[in-house]
Structure formats: structure tokens, C-alpha cells
């Protein structure tokens, strides 16, 4: 069973690296949200390492952006790709000892990120964005947000050692994950809220948040964190929104 997070192949063996922070923010506006997930590590092995990471997302997610930045020197942006001929680009890269950073769809609710050779002692962000169509409860005039962020069965039971033809020509092989337990940091949760009509409440069934209502003295704006300081979520983080009309044209 293979390791959520950060992870390198040193000595034949699969090690963790502990990432150095994590920031998530998610912007809702009415029925759509625009996630990015921002993760900070460093190399601290002697040698280049070819490490990899590996997180979900909402099933019904699309991913629009993803960079990384190496050392606050260079920038890295993605490029969308025929399968096939971005593994071959990254194997390339690799053998010819370059920095290649390879993203891909492991199933419908979970990518994996192949960030290449590290040299020793480099610090890395890698930031992805990701936008989704939020479900809408129209008797309530609800709208629920939900950040999977611990994989779980429907998360990522992933184990199947299936070909299918979706997967043709990538590298990075399907199987099922589990968090790291190292961590030296507090996860950076913002969400916040633009609506279209006024916000009449928000609530999380799953985590104690702290909200901020009235941002600027707009009743249709508001900002939401968590209120413990936590390294994981251990569930997925639901957060429900009540605004009226959201479903009417715009």
C-alpha cells in the first residue's frame, strides 16, 4: 500500500517526504468554486531524488492550473498533453538528468504529480488549481462544498491492477494510498464565499470553522477557516452555504 504525499524511492524502499506547509483556497461564487492547493517541500537527501505526490480531488473537478516554483528562481507551468507523448517528454527529461514535472488522472477522483529529479537541498512549490459545479439543493437553497481530503474507499480504492485504455501510455501506476503521518505543519485552509444574493447562513457538518461574515460591509460576502489548527483533515471537509435565488440565470 503505497504512501499519501510526498514520496522518493531511496535504497529500493518507497520513503515519505514530509511536506513543509500546505495552503488550500477555495473561492465560491454561487454554484462554482475555484480551488488551489499549494504544497511546499524540500529535498533533504544528499543525492537528486525523483519523487512523486498523490491527491484527490472532487470527482466532477476539472484541473486548469499547475506550476511549480523551484527555489523562488524558476517557474514551471503545465501544459496539456496527449498521454502518450507527455510520459515519452518526461522520460526524456529524466534521462537527461533535467528537472520534468509529469501530472496525471489516476481514476475519475484522484491525480498523481511526478515532479522528476530534486537536487539536493532545493525547496519546491507545487501549486494546483482546480474548478468544479457545486451541488444544489433548490428547496433549502443550498449549496454544498465538499474538499476530500483523506482517501477513503470512494476516494481512491485504487488497488485494481486493470489496463484500461484511459490509462494507456502513462507512467505512473494506479494503487491505493494513505496519508503520511509526518508533518511539521498546520493546515492553511481559506474559503471564501461571493454570492450573487445575501448570505443567509453557513455551516459545516464535518469541522469546526470560524466565519467571517459581511466582508467589507457586503452581506454577500464572506470568508471561512478552520477553528483548530490541524496537519490533515481526517475527513472529507463539508461546508454548506444557504443564499437564496442560486439558481436563477445570471
Known amino acids: 500500500m503505497q504512501i499519501y504525499g510526498l514520496c522518493c524511492v531511496i535504497e529500493n524502499k518507497e520513503t515519505p517526504i514530509p511536506l513543509q506547509n500546505v495552503v488550500i483556497e477555495a473561492n465560491i461564487v454561487d454554484m462554482i468554486t475555484e480551488v488551489t492547493i499549494s504544497q511546499t517541500y524540500k529535498n533533504v537527501e544528499k543525492d537528486p531524488i525523483e519523487a512523486r505526490y498523490k491527491f484527490p480531488i472532487h470527482e466532477a473537478a476539472a484541473v486548469c492550473g499547475f506550476e511549480a516554483d523551484i527555489d523562488g528562481q524558476r517557474k514551471v507551468k503545465g501544459v496539456v498533453k496527449e ?79 486493470s489496463t484500461s485504455s484511459s490509462n494507456d501510455g502513462k507512467i505512473l501506476e494506479p494503487d491505493a494510498v494513505l496519508y503520511s503521518k509526518e508533518a511539521n505543519f498546520y493546515l492553511d485552509l481559506t474559503v471564501t464565499c461571493r454570492m450573487t444574493s445575501i448570505i443567509q447562513s453557513i455551516e459545516s457538518p464535518s469541522h469546526k470553522i470560524s466565519t467571517e461574515m459581511n466582508i467589507d460591509e457586503n452581506p454577500k460576502i464572506s470568508k471561512i477557516t478552520l477553528a483548530d489548527q490541524i496537519t490533515y483533515l481526517e475527513k472529507d471537509f463539508i461546508l454548506v452555504v444557504k443564499s437564496k435565488d442560486l439558481d436563477q440565470p445570471r
Open 83 to 161: 498521454a502518450k507523448k507527455a510520459a515519452q517528454e518526461y522520460t526524456e527529461a529524466i534521462e537527461k538528468g533535467h528537472g520534468a514535472y509529469l501530472l496525471e488522472s489516476e481514476s475519475a477522483d484522484v491525480f498523481q504529480c511526478s515532479i522528476g529529479n530534486i537536487t539536493s537541498g532545493q525547496t519546491i512549490v507545487v501549486k494546483i488549481t482546480y474548478v468544479s459545479e457545486l451541488k444544489h439543493d433548490s428547496e433549502t437553497e443550498k449549496i454544498r462544498f465538499v474538499l476530500p481530503t483523506h482517501i477513503v474507499p470512494r476516494y481512491g480504492s485504487s488497488t485494481s491492477t
